[in-house]
């Protein structure tokens, strides 16, 4: 009898990715997700035979494509500063 051989696909090399996968590929959550499917920024498709609906890999990388980098405030970027140059000093006297 044959040996059966499994191979891990990266995802970027599918069509599809299920709706669970997208959400962990995004960082979010599946309500989140049909937030995304709701206002089109992610396309569903039902394969045939298939029983759950999927997400196009070509949506998902749209959406990571369009995603802007998180700039810190100046006051959190004081804060961060502080946070790695300053000690604290307890002296208990008794």
Known sequence: MGEVRRAIVPWQECKFVSVRNA????????????????????????????SQAVITVESV??????SEAVQLTARKEAKRQRKTRSFRLVVNNN
């Open 23 to 50: 959400g962990r590929i995004l960082g979010l959550h599946p309500d989140a997700l049909e937030d995304r499917i709701f206002h089109d920024e992610l396309d569903v498709r039902t394969v045939p035979g298939g």
């Open 61 to 66: 990388l749209r959406l990571i494509e369009r």
